[in-house]
């Protein structure tokens, strides 16, 4: 497949994936909310999504009334506490009804805790789950991957090793053949005072015997010299990586926060994320997300579930 | 500074380790200081290293004492200056102050505690400190690997060196193979396995050495690791197991995790494969010969030479 290099082609991706291969299904935890049902049914009209909702059948009706959508088009399940609504919702995707766990008005918490319920959730074995950003920058002929900025704290090696896994396996879906994976920290070299910079040299030799596979790592980097390749150069960095980076990974939360943030308010980009790592795809957004970066998740979600069919 | 043992050192079979006897006789000689050569046999290997040319020898020590224990041994001492010192503590200062004057180039330990010579080493007045860490490096021939020499550090010095520790180890070493004529040397960093294990520091910070010589930060050689010793000396364990790497299968030397392993390693090559090597204390102004009272005659003469050899640039 063609790569792709903005959050708009990804759009048309999930558009063809839903043309030729039909709509991959939703699941969705208390989709109580008129904007998530306008989401939702953006994707449904645009053909690569259908949706079974979950929750409260007269405030999902009320919704549904207010974003002017049709619940006959969906399969609703009426549920009245939350922690039955994950589970329900979660329920549909590990038995394989729908492709794609996603969360409505739920708490956080009682959606993750239904996704990691040892009977019905969707946990693979140990894996740690991951949440990445994705972004089209404007200047950049390709798009940013960030992990893990909003969901693992501060991951020791192991988890970051199956957090740049993970986010390997979705810039794959998205058409990167073979991920450029820059491990971030404030500086290039390795010092021995910056755990961040020990990461990132493991993370490396971790790629190279194999340990973690389908991409190129290398780090640690400091953020411009792993999108800059001038910057490289003038630091005298060789590595395929150095400039070309489509994966960062980031040491903690607070740096990979930041760094998100910055990039959605300090440039003109189109940003959206999605939970990794399941045995399902994970749409996570926040009712703060515009229309727009609620469906773009759920088009990324499409693509992984496809590629990962 | 040409040399012809940059071959051997890199697996071409046959000539082994006694290249450094051949390196130490040419050009000038270098002084060996021996401190308080008492037995251990150190006297008998500087003895032959002064008759075969390696280093001119002063002995420092009981004059009366060491002329009896030549006469009882049949060691000639002619040629050989003999500074008559009586006090232990005054014979080794007057041995590390000729090293650091320069009226000698390399120091070697006698029959003294090899705590009192380093503390003297490191003097801050009239030592021969550098500021880098001393550590220990010790060449084999492995007669299984066809003669093939291949260096340990560290593996009788520092007993469980950090991160930045191991950095200084890899430098001493780095500048001791440049002096015996190997221009970019391969350094395994070992561990139990070739893979990055968290929950095993050996193969952590192996990884950081090697990134830490691709950014740079370690000079003038090659550095790969985690290894385990199979996949850093086999090339064709390493190939099995699918390492891709120029030090894979090649390693001209084997930085060890920990004292323990490195002595373990170093005690099988000398003492169960039949192999002979040479060791030295790197990290000071000068080399410094620091041999056991097991080391067999040949091993004792090869430390001198390359102390020698280390000490000529």
Not at chain 2, 251 to 271: H, R
Request: include cysteine; proline fraction near 3%; hydrophobic fraction near 45%.
């Amino acid at each position: 497949m063609e790569q792709i290099r903005s959050l708009s082609q990804l759009l048309d991706y999930a558009k063809k994936i839903g043309a030729e291969k039909g709509p991959k299904k939703l699941s969705v935890a208390m989709a109580e909310e008129a904007g998530l049902l306008t989401a939702i049914e953006e994707a449904r009209k645009a053909g690569f999504a259908e949706a079974i909702l979950v929750g409260n059948g007269d405030k999902m009706k009320a919704a549904a009334e207010q974003a002017g959508v049709n619940l006959a088009n969906y399969e609703v399940i009426d549920e009245r506490d939350e922690p039955s609504m994950g589970i329900s919702a979660v329920s549909q995707v590990s038995s394989k009804k729908a492709d794609i766990y996603m969360k409505g008005q739920i708490h956080t918490n009682n959606f993750l805790r239904a996704m990691l319920n040892k009977e019905v959730g969707l946990r693979k074995g140990k894996n740690t789950i991951s949440h990445c950003y994705f972004h089209s920058v404007e200047g950049f002929d390709r798009i940013f991957f960030i992990a893990d900025a909003a969901f693992n704290m501060y991951p020791d090696l192991a988890a970051k090793a199956d957090i740049t896994q993970n986010t390997v396996g979705l810039a794959r879906a998205f058409g990167v053949a073979e991920p450029k994976v820059a491990v971030l920290a404030a500086v290039e070299v390795v010092n021995p005072d910056m755990p961040a910079t020990l990461d990132a040299a493991a993370l490396t030799q971790m790629n190279r015997r194999g340990q973690i596979k389908n991409c190129i790592v290398d780090g640690p980097f400091a953020l411009d010299n792993a999108v800059s390749e001038e910057s490289a150069k003038t630091k005298g960095i060789v590595s395929p990586v150095a400039g070309k980076a489509d994966i960062f990974i980031v040491p903690n939360i607070d740096a990979g926060n930041m760094l998100a943030k910055g990039i959605v308010y300090f440039s003109k980009n189109e940003t959206a994320g999605l939970i990794l790592g399941a045995s399902a795809p994970i749409v996570l957004t926040s009712r703060a997300d515009s229309t727009r970066a609620k469906l773009l998740s759920i088009a990324a979600a499409v693509a992984l579930s496809d590629f990962n069919k | 500074m040409t040399m012809q043992c940059k071959a051997s050192l890199r697996g071409a079979r046959g000539d082994g380790i006694d290249f450094l006897l051949a390196e130490s006789k040419k050009g000038r000689s270098m002084t060996l200081a021996l401190a308080c050569p008492y037995g251990d046999d150190a006297l008998g290997a500087a003895c032959r290293a002064q008759r075969e040319g390696v280093v001119r020898t002063i002995l420092i020590g009981d004059e009366g004492k060491i002329r009896s224990l030549a006469e009882r041994d049949g060691y000639d001492l002619s040629g050989i200056s003999v500074v008559d010192e009586k006090n232990d503590d005054t014979a080794i200062e007057r041995s590390v102050k000729m090293v650091s004057s320069g009226e000698a180039d390399l120091l070697m330990k006698g029959l003294v505690k090899t705590s009192s010579l380093l503390k003297a080493v490191l003097d801050k007045e009239w030592g021969l400190r550098t500021g880098s860490l001393l550590s220990h490096l010790f060449l084999f021939e492995v007669p299984t690997l066809g003669g093939r020499v291949i260096g340990i550090s560290d593996g009788g010095m520092n007993t469980y060196p950090d991160l930045n520790a191991k950095v200084k180890i890899v430098e001493n070493a780095v500048a001791c193979y440049h002096r015996i004529g190997v221009p970019q040397p391969k350094i395994a960093a070992l561990a139990a396995v070739e893979v990055v294990n968290p929950d095993m520091p050996a193969t952590l910070e192996a990884a950081a050495l090697a990134k830490m010589n691709e950014r740079g930060q370690i000079k003038g050689c090659l550095v790969d690791g985690p290894f385990a010793l199979d996949n850093a000396v086999s090339e064709e364990s390493a190939r099995i197991k699918g390492i891709s790497s120029p030090v894979a299968g090649n390693a001209d030397m084997l930085l060890v995790p920990d004292i323990e392993s490195g002595n373990f390693v170093g005690k099988v090559l000398l003492y169960m494969t039949g192999g002979k090597g040479a060791g030295v204390i790197l990290g000071a102004r000068k080399p410094i010969v620091l041999t056991s009272r097991f080391d067999s005659m040949e091993t004792k003469l090869l430390s001198i030479a390359l102390g020698a050899v280390v000490a000529r640039s």
